[in-house]
Every structure is written in C-alpha cells, then in structure tokens.
Nanobody, 123 residues
C-alpha cells in the first residue's frame, strides 16, 4: 500500500511560480514511476508530467513543456513539480500519482493517487 500526499498549492499571480511536492510513504517500491495530473472545474483530468525512479525518463504534456519541471528526491521519497511562468489556464487541482512505469502512469489509471492540492493563478 502506498500513500501520496501533495502540498505546495496556493494562489499565485500570472507569471509567477510554485513548487508542488508529493511525499510517498508505505510500499514506495510499488510505485517507482511518479507523476502529476490536474483537473479544472468542468473538465476531465489531464496528464501533466511523469518521471521514472531514476529520473532518467520524463514526460510532459505539451501545454506545460518549457514551463514545468518534474524532479524527485528518492532519499526523501518526494516528487516535485516546479511550475514557472504560470498562466490562468493552469488553475486546477493537481494530483500526484504513482505507477509501475511512466508509460502506464500517463494513461491515468494508476492505483495510487494523492488527495490533490489546489493551484489558482490570477491574472
């Protein structure tokens, strides 16, 4: 069993930055690949970014490439999402997910999810 807890969300002005954190506990070896999804009101959940255990493989949605960076610190069992140049359309609840690999994670069927953290970007 794995528990994922997100933090770092909040209100930020357009053009600003936030760093989200996802702390994993329990059987963390079961979810070597980690990633982020987001869901805005009235919209479906969408993939944002993913990273392999080693960090050697990363994937990003086209909408965030060049602005967001996913990273991890395995000593802390924590995955980060650095969000720069934030836009109002980035406003959403951001969810952390874990899966066996990045290929399976990006489809959004992961068994392990965090509770979500709200990111609001004002103009």
């Amino acid at each position: 069993q794995v528990q994922l807890v997100e933090s770092g969300g909040g209100l930020v002005q357009a053009g600003g930055s936030l760093r989200l954190s996802c702390a994993a506990s329990g059987r963390t070896f079961s979810v070597p690949a980690m990633g982020w999804f987001r869901q805005a009101p009235g919209k479906e959940r969408e993939f944002v970014a993913a990273i392999s255990w080693s960090g050697g493989t990363t994937a990003y949605a086209d909408s965030v490439k060049g602005r967001f960076t996913i990273s991890r610190d395995n000593a802390k069992n924590t995955v980060y999402l650095q969000m720069n140049s934030l836009k109002p359309e980035d406003t959403a609840v951001y969810y952390c997910a874990g899966d066996l690999n990045t290929r399976t994670l990006v489809v959004g069927t992961s068994a392990y999810w965090g509770q979500g953290t709200q990111v609001t970007v004002s103009s």
